[in-house]
């Protein structure tokens, strides 16, 4: 067996780990390395779309290897590409659904399957539904071909002539129900469409569970416990055993789920691990009961509105704002995005998250078909900024600093704002807190979860945030648990800590190293 690191060993994001045996071969996860990306990137700089891939490759923020869409790849990339190995590609697992995991799947070729967590699956159909801009590596599961323009083999347009789009095949963990399948094809366009022949609908393609599927492997599928839903371990058997955690923690409302991951990963000869809280002491390690605990007696002394900023995709702490408005009174309103994934949750697990929340009209010109869609299904939800103002002691509003530009149109009489978050890692983001800063004092606001000292610098308070991922205290006892023979740290930045505590049994592969057992 031959285990290939080609992203994310020494970086918090960016996974794409290649195991390959006996001419069979998976990508364990094909994340988007944002560290990498940030150094050429920012938001208004991203790679040109009608250049399909040439700028990543040319700028090495993906593997040089021969296994992309054909149609992402201009002809004066052709020959650069053919000359790069074509490693076996069965299929990819996919861990969750956050994009330092998922978000250059799309650019791999359209033939490889996708195996994931129904819930990730439905998270990542809706996630594609709701992207405003076309990021290429995220068109999943479905996806829009491209073509050479007729002046310029080397520019890709749209292939307008097209009348679908077309999905790569779907691998679920286990037995997708029959709305989450539906959701899989269906388009708000097509729905609202007075003319459905003309609008393009969506063609699925094969969807196979992954107990019914050859894919050169066996692999048992375990839940874990992260900061999105549907996140996933895996165990790959082949003539070694491989438990791979993805992003995983104990401390989260699911931990027994990472317990019996740990429990089934006893067997595996080679442990794949994220490290990324092996730098921090067990003071960071709060719980989300403690974020909940500490938000509910912030709000039931707030005055005015309350605003909660939380990650985005992150149910769990929704979760936990939308029993914190029903147990003071309050309701929990929430934007459409958000009301668009709830949705397709309610569809997969059969919960009614939508009950008892509203959702926030923002002003918009023309909004986007999956908002108008949402308002006519669910126009009772709505709550106007003239609405929310009247009624702005009686709601918690789930904004972030992104939304704060549509407060202009509420004007709130202060209040409270807790942000419930991670904290600034990079010097854009602490640009981002100075800005959001202004903001808040702006409204006077009083805020909880950051301040800013007295040398401009934002300071982070605990108790607010709990992490996605494991701590270091924990990450040690389950290591010494399962007892691999070998351990390969991934997303971290200081995996020589793992070659510290456990010695020889660290093998620690730089970007683009192989190690064969």
């Known amino acids: 067996m031959r285990i290939t690191v080609y992203d994310g060993a020494d970086t918090i994001g960016g996974t794409k780990i290649h195991v390959e045996e006996n001419n069979n071969g998976l990508f364990l996860d094909f994340g988007m390395n944002f560290a990498k990306y940030s150094l050429y990137y920012e938001e208004f700089i991203s790679e040109r779309s009608a250049r399909g891939i040439h700028d990543l490759w040319m700028l090495g923020l993906i593997p040089r290897l021969n296994i992309y869409r054909s149609d992402l790849i201009p002809e004066d990339l052709t020959q650069k590409i053919a000359q790069?190995?074509?490693?076996?590609?069965?299929?990819?697992?996919?861990?969750?659904?956050?994009?330092?995991?998922?978000?250059?799947?799309?650019?791999?070729?359209?033939?490889?399957?996708?195996?994931?967590?129904?819930?990730?699956?439905?998270?990542?159909?809706?996630?594609r539904d709701t992207s405003h801009k076309n990021h290429m590596g995220m068109e999943l599961p479905y996806y829009s071909p491209k073509k050479p323009t007729a002046e310029n083999p080397s520019v890709l347009e749209s292939d307008k002539k097209m009348k679908y789009y077309p999905t790569r095949s779907i691998i679920p963990t286990e037995e997708l129900p029959d709305k989450a399948r539906n959701f899989m094809h269906w388009r708000a366009e097509v729905e609202l469409a007075k003319d459905k022949s003309r609008t393009k609908s969506i063609k699925l393609s094969k969807i196979k569970n992954l107990d019914e599927c050859d894919i050169g492997f066996e692999v048992k599928a375990c839940p874990v416990d992260h900061?999105?839903?549907?996140?996933?371990?895996?165990?790959?058997?082949?003539?070694?055993?491989?438990?791979?955690?993805?992003?995983?923690?104990?401390?989260?409302?699911?931990?027994?789920?990472?317990?019996?991951?740990?429990?089934?990963?006893?067997?595996?000869?080679?442990?794949?691990?994220?490290?990324t809280r092996v730098s921090r002491g067990s003071d960071f390690n709060v719980s989300e009961e403690e974020v909940y605990e500490n938000a509910l007696g912030i709000v039931e002394d707030a005055k005015g509105l309350v605003i909660a900023d939380f990650s985005a995709r992150n149910f769990e702490r929704l979760e936990s704002f939308k029993k914190i408005a029903e147990k003071t009174g309050r309701e929990l309103v929430i934007t459409t995005k958000d009301v668009y994934f709830l949705y397709a949750l309610k569809l997969m697990e059969g919960v009614d998250y939508l009950n008892g929340v509203r959702v926030y009209e923002n002003s918009k010109a023309k909004p986007e078909k999956w908002e108008q869609w949402i308002f006519r299904r669910y126009s009772e939800l709505k709550i106007t900024p003239d609405e929310l103002r009247k009624e702005q002691e009686n709601c918690i509003l789930c904004f972030s600093f992104y939304d704060m530009p549509h407060l202009l149109d509420v004007m709130p009489d202060g209040g409270v704002y807790i942000y419930s978050s991670s904290e600034a890692f990079t010097e854009e983001q602490t640009f981002s807190f100075l800005r959001l800063w202004n903001w808040l004092q702006y409204f006077g606001f009083e805020v909880y979860g950051f301040r800013v000292d007295e040398h401009g610098k934002p300071v982070f308070e605990r108790g607010l945030h709990a992490s996605g991922h494991i701590s270091r205290e924990e990450l040690v006892r389950t290591i010494d648990e399962i007892d691999p023979d070998y351990i390969i740290p991934v997303h971290t930045e200081n995996p020589e800590w793992f070659r510290e505590v456990w010695g020889d049994k660290a093998i620690l592969l730089k970007n683009g190293e192989s190690w064969e057992i």
Do not use: C, M, Q, W
């Open 84 to 127: 790069h190995p074509k490693v076996p590609v069965n299929a990819v697992l996919i861990s969750h659904a956050h994009l330092d995991h998922v978000g250059n799947v799309g650019l791999l070729r359209e033939d490889i399957p996708i195996i994931a967590s129904p819930t990730t699956l439905v998270i990542l159909k809706a996630l």
């Open 227 to 275: 900061s999105i839903y549907g996140a996933t371990g895996y165990i790959i058997e082949g003539d070694i055993s491989i438990a791979y955690t993805g992003d995983f923690r104990l401390h989260g409302g699911s931990g027994e789920l990472t317990r019996k991951f740990i429990k089934a990963g006893k067997n595996a000869s080679v442990l794949i691990t994220e490290g």
